[in-house]
């Protein structure tokens, strides 16, 4: 079964930065493409970021130069560099393999709040 504990969130001034992290267990991470999403009310999970086992990333141009995902092998750990936060990155944040978060009705991790406000 896999798990997926995220962590790290809470309030933070524009401008500011903040440092999330994923632990995992389970199978999914050695192998898998990873990935942060953030979910507003209302709205659907958007992914943020991506990372490879090997290490390469992309991401959405909405955090692209301003986020930065890595992961720890050894840790079976994924996190989530944020900086230059925004009122508008306020949301909750998960993480997942991208197969997985593809699977209808698949386990997601309880997310952590990131809230941006003066």
């Known amino acids: 079964q896999v798990q997926l504990v995220e962590s790290g969130g809470g309030l933070v001034q524009p401008g500011g930065s903040l440092r999330l992290s994923c632990a995992t267990s389970?199978?999914?991470?050695?192998?898998?493409?990873m990935g942060w999403y953030r979910q507003t009310p209302g709205n659907q999970r958007e992914l943020l970021a991506a990372?490879?086992?090997?290490?390469?990333?992309n991401y959405d141009d909405s955090v692209k130069g301003r986020f930065i995902i890595s992961r720890d092998n050894a840790k079976n750990t994924i996190y989530l560099e944020m900086n230059k936060l925004k009122p508008e990155d306020t949301a909750v944040y998960y993480c997942?393999?991208?197969?997985?978060?593809?699977?209808?009705?698949?386990?997601w991790g309880q997310g952590t709040q990131v809230t941006v406000s003066s």
């Open positions: 997942n393999s991208l197969s997985r978060a593809l699977i209808p009705g698949s386990s």
């Open positions: 389970g199978s999914i991470f050695s192998v898998e493409t």
């Open positions: 990372i490879t086992n090997g290490g390469s990333t």
